[in-house]
């Protein structure tokens, strides 16, 4: 009797104990993308994308960066958000740090608000520093129009809840402890996920595979290959490898941090809806920008361009085996849950009403 009134006063308290916001929950992982957010906008403000001078002609000295002299109004976009990002993300180190699992006021929406201009700084410095055509310009832009689309209504639709749960006196109710644990699973491991791939995807994007060039030079019949100073070497020897690798990296990297904005959603949910479905396919569109960008950019041979394909397809296979996989298991689920409704109705009109069992069997 005594552990029995002890496991009812545990689960009582329990019950009674505050939920955590999502912000604490992925108290650990925010830390994690913010020091690694600080880390490569550090190492990409003193290494800025480019290059730098190689001799001292024309005005400029040996060691200087190479992109403020060639496209100064890039250099300028490029060094403000890098450095808003960088100070950001220290601001939101020490945030995660003063958070608690009752914090659901100024500290919450603060943090909120800081990690957003972290991201968004960090997506103008990425498109600044590695923009180097039109083409390159003009992608970027349609990729990150995208996600000032989904950041504007997911704004004021946390300003609108915000402004109900103050009205309502913050008494919602919670789900169950069960589907909270495998709800901040998840987010967990995607964030993790994430976190990672925006770092990678950002030092790739500013610092291209091959290098850039330490000069111009425009050409002629007895002349190399003409090119132009600080682009990258990549783009005049394998074009198409070039396009291919911007536009996966790019993809990848944009697409983590609409990951990231929506796991720090409360509205997404384990349960099957648009926003679940939209996190799993993101998810999938981020891996297979990852493997593209990888292909495209560590290849130069046909041979191995051939050997990296194949892993990209065995990764793909796994990918869809995976998705097939958790259909069919909620197709069970959805059939076992039929059966047992119909068993259920069967008993109840053969097994628990008696009366009815013993005239059916007289008749």
């Given at each position: 009797?005594?552990r029995?009134?002890?496991?009812?006063?545990?689960?009582?308290?329990?019950?009674?104990e505050p939920?955590?916001?999502?912000?604490?929950?992925?108290k650990?992982?925010?830390?994690?993308?913010?020091?690694?957010v600080a880390?490569?906008?550090?190492?990409?403000?003193?290494?800025?994308?480019?290059?730098?001078?190689?001799?001292?002609?024309?005005?400029?000295?040996v060691?200087?960066?190479?992109?403020?002299d060639?496209?100064?109004?890039?250099?300028?976009?490029?060094?403000?958000?890098?450095a808003t990002?960088?100070?950001?993300?220290?601001?939101?180190?020490?945030?995660?740090?003063?958070?608690?699992k009752?914090?659901?006021?100024?500290?919450?929406?603060?943090?909120?608000?800081?990690?957003?201009?972290?991201?968004?700084?960090?997506?103008?410095?990425?498109?600044?520093?590695?923009?180097?055509?039109?083409?390159?310009?003009?992608?970027?832009?349609?990729?990150?129009?995208?996600?000032?689309?989904?950041?504007?209504p997911?704004?004021?639709?946390f300003?609108?809840?915000?402004l109900?749960?103050?009205?309502?006196?913050?008494?919602?109710?919670?789900?169950?402890?069960?589907?909270?644990?495998?709800?901040?699973?998840?987010h967990?491991?995607?964030?993790?996920?994430?976190?990672?791939?925006?770092?990678v995807t950002?030092v790739?994007?500013l610092?291209?595979p091959?290098?850039?060039?330490?000069?111009?030079?425009?050409?002629?019949?007895?002349?190399?290959?003409?090119?132009r100073?600080?682009?990258?070497?990549?783009?005049?020897h394998?074009?198409?490898?070039y396009q291919?690798?911007?536009?996966?990296?790019?993809?990848?990297?944009?697409?983590?941090?609409?990951?990231?904005?929506?796991?720090?959603?409360?509205?997404?949910?384990?349960e099957?809806?648009?926003?679940?479905?939209?996190?799993?396919?993101?998810?999938v569109?981020?891996?297979?920008?990852?493997?593209?960008?990888?292909?495209?950019?560590?290849?130069?041979?046909?041979?191995?361009?051939?050997?990296?394909?194949?892993l990209g397809?065995?990764?793909?296979?796994?990918?869809?085996?995976?998705?097939?996989?958790k259909?069919?298991?909620?197709?069970?689920?959805?059939?076992?849950?039929?059966?047992?409704?119909?068993?259920?109705?069967?008993?109840?009109?053969?097994?628990?009403?008696?009366?009815?069992?013993i005239?059916?069997?007289?008749?």
């Amino acid at each position: 009797m005594a552990r029995e009134d002890q496991a009812a006063s545990q689960s009582e308290g329990q019950k009674n104990e505050p939920q955590s916001t999502t912000e604490y929950q992925l108290k650990k992982y925010l830390l994690l993308l913010a020091t690694l957010v600080a880390t490569v906008t550090y190492a990409a403000g003193l290494n800025l994308p480019g290059g730098v001078w190689q001799d001292t002609l024309q005005g400029h000295t040996v060691g200087d960066p190479i992109l403020p002299d060639t496209q100064h109004r890039r250099y300028l976009v490029f060094y403000y958000c890098n450095a808003t990002a960088f100070t950001a993300s220290l601001v939101v180190c020490l945030l995660v740090l003063a958070l608690d699992k009752k914090s659901k006021g100024p500290v919450a929406v603060l943090l909120r608000l800081v990690m957003l201009l972290d991201l968004l700084a960090l997506m103008g410095a990425y498109a600044a520093g590695s923009c180097r055509d039109r083409f390159t310009t003009i992608y970027s832009l349609l990729l990150m129009s995208s996600v000032f689309a989904y950041i504007m209504p997911a704004l004021v639709a946390f300003a609108i809840s915000k402004l109900a749960a103050n009205s309502n006196g913050n008494n919602n109710t919670s789900s169950s402890s069960s589907a909270d644990s495998r709800r901040e699973e998840m987010h967990e491991t995607l964030m993790l996920l994430t976190t990672f791939a925006v770092a990678v995807t950002y030092v790739a994007g500013l610092n291209p595979p091959g290098g850039f060039w330490g000069n111009t030079v425009h050409g002629g019949v007895a002349l190399p290959q003409p090119h132009r100073v600080s682009h990258p070497v990549l783009k005049d020897h394998h074009p198409r490898r070039y396009q291919a690798f911007f536009v996966c990296n790019t993809t990848a990297f944009v697409v983590s941090l609409i990951i990231i904005m929506l796991l720090m959603d409360k509205k997404l949910t384990k349960e099957v809806s648009t926003r679940f479905v939209t996190l799993y396919v993101l998810v999938v569109v981020a891996l297979l920008g990852l493997v593209g960008a990888y292909v495209a950019g560590s290849s130069r041979e046909r041979d191995n361009t051939a050997y990296v394909i194949g892993l990209g397809i065995a990764v793909l296979a796994c990918i869809l085996l995976q998705l097939s996989l958790k259909i069919e298991m909620r197709q069970a689920k959805a059939i076992r849950a039929l059966f047992d409704a119909a068993k259920e109705r069967i008993q109840r009109l053969f097994v628990d009403d008696h009366s009815r069992y013993i005239y059916l069997y007289i008749c």
